[in-house]
């Protein structure tokens, strides 16, 4: 499907759409549930434990119109099994398994890996899970604001994470776990592969796109044209230039997902802990504030800097990244509350918490201080001769839906 939209002019509009040369997006995970998910995985098993050692398991778990506690819901790793119902669960049934997950961008958490929990959670993203996947998010059916097109995670993804707001905006550089079947239009990579003489990888792609789309220069650069959703990725066909913009890519994409992927890493940057984040209970961060003038972020009674502005405004889309991240782990978080497990939080800050942050910190400083390469590349491949959306491979309807996963039951393969 794709929205009934003016057609626009100039070489913008000649470009292929994102959604056309990656063909498979999918929603991201949607939890209407607040506490199968948070910062830690302690917090997780208390709300488990509570849970099932409640006298009104219904009251404590705040069923919604997708999500009862008397039900039974397939497995996500196995459609052809069904989960017991929750309702029938003895008190003392271990947490099920515990998986990283994308909250927003740049914001890992933890969630229950569990479909009695989660209203939708979109189960071909699990199963289409590896330790190679990884996942490009942006805005493709709404406008794009201010910042990078794109980002990226190693983790499955919520439905908001790019900005705090999504729909069907997550897109899968595999469309398996194993990372055999790329998620990329049928013959593309052959046609790009015979234009530079070399052979093309999904992953080289894939970090190609992310090099365009993840700064600030993109947004900037088309802010008119991108009042029609869905960005374009203009393709070079200057071989030098295509492998530059790989090798920015991916060094992006291994910063952006803290060094999970594609051999990155955190770099140290100048951020340092001046004052130390109490790890006591009555010294859990109840606020935060930033000192421009002196680039100091206070959380709680500890401090940081150098923090320089660019750094702590940071934003993707209106999505204000550093503010965000300790918004959600201050003493009363932000956002909504579901039911009376949304209570149970962290009895203090941690070492490791703190360790997040600077990661956060250390990884957008890289970000910013890449920015002006990244700008220059863009104008680079905008003023080359580049593909046309004619010029490449259509992708198949079969391609747009999600894979089939088969499961072996012992008596044949289910679908």
Same mark, same amino acid.
């Given at each position: 499907? @794709?929205?009934?939209?003016?057609?626009?002019?100039? $070489?913008?509009?000649?470009?292929?759409?994102?959604? $056309?040369?990656?063909?498979?997006?999918?929603?991201?995970?949607?939890?209407?549930?607040?506490?199968?998910? %948070?910062?830690?995985?302690?917090?997780?098993?208390?709300?488990?434990?509570?849970?099932?050692?409640?006298?009104?398991?219904?009251?404590?778990?705040?069923?919604?119109?997708?999500?009862?506690?008397?039900?039974?819901?397939?497995?996500?790793?196995?459609?052809?099994?069904?989960?017991?119902?929750?309702?029938?669960?003895?008190?003392?049934?271990?947490?099920?398994?515990?998986?990283?997950?994308?909250?927003?961008?740049?914001?890992?958490?933890?969630?229950?890996?569990?479909?009695?929990?989660?209203?939708?959670?979109?189960?071909?993203?699990?199963?289409?899970?590896?330790?190679?996947?990884?996942?490009?998010?942006?805005?493709?059916?709404?406008?794009? *604001?201010? *910042?990078?097109?794109?980002?990226?995670?190693?983790?499955?993804?919520?439905?908001?994470?790019?900005?705090?707001?999504?729909?069907?905006?997550?897109?899968?550089?595999?469309?398996?776990?194993?990372?055999?079947?790329?998620?990329?239009?049928?013959?593309?990579?052959?046609?790009?592969?015979?234009?530079? %003489?070399?052979?093309?990888?999904?992953?080289?792609?894939?970090?190609?796109?992310?090099?365009? &789309?993840?700064?600030?220069?993109?947004?900037?650069?088309?802010?008119?044209?991108?009042?029609?959703?869905?960005?374009?990725?203009?393709?070079?066909?200057?071989?030098? +230039?295509?492998?530059?913009?790989?090798?920015?890519?991916?060094?992006?994409?291994?910063?952006?997902?803290?060094?999970?992927?594609? !051999?990155?890493?955190?770099?140290?940057?100048?951020?340092?802990?001046?004052?130390?984040?109490? $790890?006591?209970?009555? %010294?859990?961060?109840?606020?935060?504030?930033? $000192?421009?003038?002196?680039?100091?972020? @206070?959380?709680?009674? !500890?401090?940081?800097?150098?923090?320089?502005?660019?750094?702590?405004?940071?934003?993707?889309?209106?999505?204000?990244?550093?503010?965000?991240?300790? !918004?959600?782990? @201050?003493?009363?978080?932000?956002?909504?509350?579901?039911?009376?497990?949304?209570?149970?939080?962290?009895?203090?800050?941690?070492?490791?918490?703190?360790?997040?942050?600077?990661?956060?910190?250390?990884?957008?400083?890289?970000?910013?201080?890449?920015?002006?390469?990244?700008?220059? &590349? +863009?104008?680079?491949?905008?003023?080359?001769?580049?593909?046309?959306?004619?010029?490449?491979?259509?992708?198949?309807?079969?391609?747009?839906?999600?894979? @089939?996963?088969?499961?072996?039951?012992?008596?044949?393969?289910?679908?």
């Amino acid at each position: 499907w @794709k929205p009934m939209l003016p057609a626009g002019e100039g $070489d913008y509009y000649a470009w292929p759409q994102l959604t $056309d040369v990656f063909p498979w997006q999918h929603s991201g995970v949607q939890m209407k549930l607040k506490w199968p998910f %948070g910062e830690t995985r302690v917090v997780l098993v208390h709300g488990w434990r509570d849970l099932l050692a409640a006298s009104d398991r219904v009251k404590a778990y705040k069923e919604s119109r997708d999500r009862k506690i008397s039900k039974r819901y397939e497995d996500l790793g196995d459609p052809s099994k069904r989960l017991k119902p929750i309702s029938g669960l003895p008190g003392d049934t271990p947490i099920p398994e515990v998986a990283p997950y994308a909250y927003r961008s740049f914001d890992r958490q933890k969630i229950i890996k569990d479909a009695r929990l989660g209203d939708f959670m979109r189960p071909e993203l699990w199963r289409a899970h590896g330790p190679d996947q990884v996942y490009m998010t942006s805005l493709l059916t709404k406008i794009l *604001g201010v *910042g990078p097109a794109a980002t990226v995670a190693d983790d499955v993804p919520d439905l908001d994470h790019f900005s705090g707001r999504g729909g069907k905006d997550v897109i899968p550089l595999w469309r398996d776990a194993a990372a055999t079947v790329p998620n990329v239009a049928g013959g593309l990579l052959d046609a790009l592969s015979q234009e530079y %003489g070399e052979t093309v990888a999904p992953e080289d792609l894939f970090a190609y796109a992310y090099a365009v &789309l993840g700064s600030p220069a993109y947004t900037e650069s088309f802010a008119e044209e991108l009042s029609i959703p869905d960005p374009r990725l203009p393709i070079t066909k200057d071989h030098a +230039l295509f492998r530059r913009a790989v090798e920015l890519g991916r060094w992006l994409i291994g910063l952006h997902t803290y060094g999970e992927r594609f !051999g990155g890493s955190v770099p140290r940057g100048t951020a340092r802990i001046e004052k130390a984040i109490p $790890d006591t209970p009555d %010294g859990y961060p109840e606020n935060y504030s930033y $000192d421009p003038a002196e680039k100091t972020l @206070k959380v709680g009674e !500890g401090e940081i800097r150098p923090v320089q502005p660019e750094v702590y405004g940071y934003s993707v889309s209106g999505l204000e990244v550093v503010k965000s991240w300790l !918004g959600y782990r @201050k003493k009363n978080p932000t956002g909504r509350k579901s039911s009376p497990l949304d209570d149970i939080r962290p009895e203090r800050w941690t070492g490791d918490m703190t360790r997040e942050l600077l990661e956060l910190l250390w990884v957008l400083e890289a970000t910013v201080g890449k920015e002006p390469e990244l700008a220059e &590349l +863009l104008t680079e491949i905008t003023s080359s001769e580049v593909f046309t959306a004619d010029e490449l491979p259509e992708p198949t309807e079969q391609e747009r839906k999600p894979p @089939k996963v088969e499961v072996d039951t012992g008596q044949g393969t289910l679908q």
